[in-house]
């Protein structure tokens, strides 16, 4: 034995080289304890250390043999390890049975029978200027331990406390590094996941992985509801169970202070800090809570985003490296929270704009001004979650019921006059011209049978509708359950209401244009049938003194006759055009459609403008497919367009006319191209309006009215059809397009 331990000695370095050789904890405790046994020529060498509470737990043994070893806890205040560790140096016994003897109720009692052991020696170990723990050194027979040997054992255990040291150390870089990744990984996690509740309840789990017994919720305020606390996310089992709860801030003591101040607060008697404290906590025995405020005060009146909160059981007080951790994960969540709440700012202004486009689509779809009114009501009513909405007219110091839109029957309001004056709401919104949220109007102010309904009022937002820089309506929507507007439903509301406005101002303009439009005419249905009457009476007398009826004229009667009739028949062309389109507007012509070939069609004009044509020196060329080209329309209206197309192409000619009519077949389509005087871009389309004419003084004048060409594209889209200018050349000539609908 005596010289076994001399080896040990010689090896003494080697040993406790390989003591430290190890970085990792366990190892190194096994080294240890090995070392021991072997330097102090021992039967099992041993290792304790201090434990959270008072006492010290095995943690490391060599050259045992019973399994009454197996997590051997020590109590405080007794045994041999225990008083080494409290006297600060060796102590010794030659025979443990004497220790089981005097002590029936000794933690180790156990080892010591059935191991058994009988001589043992343990000193402390020193880390620092502190001691972790003690080694134990135990032979089976009572063979004790001498000075020499507690010195040896003293020297190793020196050696023990560096070796744990590092160890430690390596542990905590370990620890640090573990949690410095996690943070990375959150950080990521944070930049990948666009959900914050995936977020969230990634760092309450990376937190409890990181702060072991540590329980983890994440609170956040909601942008619409700053008075309460929505729990998100959290880990482990009860914290999880409080998900999807909510909770008013009143209640939240500690939570309430955090959002306020700002700063993390500690709680070690938790359990009866807050009604909600308690309520959470039941059935655990958590009174340990550290909670931190998570973002800075928000513009929409929120103080923070929300609030992080740390727990554990007992009342023992979180370490600054914990805190420190736990302040960390606080700002990830922070940076979190407000990348998602970036995130739903981006798609609520997303939404809202589709729906303002959603609605300008709507509301263009009409342009009755009553049925705008009432899309506009619809909509936001609707869009705004509420019961009623309203559109009044501000008709001087009033306003004036124009139309309402209610979910629930309620009596007719509409044509309801109040002054503006009355409800401090409407008079806010009108003179700041920006809508405000409220609650509900003053009653006592509104005449019967009004009251009733309005008395169930629980909230409204009242939205001025600017035109021009005046506020010409306001829509008031109302809620009558207990569901506040909040600030972000007002630009929603005002985009619609701006939207209201223009539809409204279309469709009043349009309404206006219609009735100008009938007035015009009905003037010219009127006054072409008073001129019909004297221009016949006119027409019959000129072809009475033409033909000799009343007499011979005279000879030098013979020019002016024919001035007179020429002009008559222009009169007469311009009368009937008149007619037609009055008619055209009036909705009265008659259509009578059918089959028809477009050959014939155009066959027939050719033949009707044939001798104007001969008089012109004009050339007609025809180019028809040999098969019919059946289209579904009037024939005499197709005729009458032909003949405009056929009569223009000849009159606005500089020379003799050339004229090319094309029916297609593919696509059934008519053709009259000329070579003529062309148009400029600019009047291409406006040749097509009413009582539009060019006129060129360079070029010699065309009778007419300006009249040919709208009548004949009313007709066509009349039929189904369309009547194009498909290219036009000034000085070059034109083609005119008329297609037809074709029969299936
Ligand atoms: P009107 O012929 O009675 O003036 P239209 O509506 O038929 O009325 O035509 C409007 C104007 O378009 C004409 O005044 C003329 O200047 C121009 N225009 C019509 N057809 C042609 C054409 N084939 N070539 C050149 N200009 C034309």
Redesign the pocket.
Known sequence: MRSARSEALAAFHDISARMVGSLDLDETLGAIARAATDVLAADIGAIFLQDAEPGLVLRGVFGARSTAWRGLRLDADRGLNWTAFRTRRAARVDDCQSLVESDATLSSRQVIVEEPVRSAMAVPVPRRAALVGTIGVYRRFVEPFDEEDEFLLNLLSQQAGIALDNAFAYGELGATRDRLEALIETTDAIWRQSSFEEVAQRVVDDASRLLPNVACLVGVVPPDRPHQLVFVAGTPGWAAEQLGTVHDLRETRIANRVLIGGEPIESHSFSQASPLATSMTRGTAIDTARLIPLGEPLPDGRTRLGVLGYYRPGRRPFSDDERLVMDEFGKRVSIALHRAELLRLTESTKARLETAVEVAADLSESLDPSEVIRRVLVRAVEVGRADRGVLLRVDGEDTVVEDFHDLTDLEDIIGYRHPIALQPLMREAVTSRQAVIGGRYDVSKILSPLEGSLAAVRHTATIPLILDGEVTAVMVLSRREDSPFVASDLALFQLIGNQAVLALRNARLFAQAQAVTRAQSDFLNMAAHELRTPLSVIAGYVSMMEDGTLGEAPRHWKAPLETLRSKSAELETLISELLIASRLEAGTIPFQAGEMDLRDAAFAAIERVQPRASLLGARIVDRFPPEPVVVMADPDQVGRILD?LLN??L??SSGPPRVTVTVHADEPRVEVR?R????TAEQRER??ERF???DDPSLPH?P???????ISRQLASRMGGRLTLER?VRGKG?T?TLRLPPVL
């Open positions: 405009n223009n192409a009159s606005y000329d003529g005087r062309g148009v040749i097509f539009y004419r060019i065309v007419g009215t300006g009249l040919g060409l709208y036009t034109s005119f």
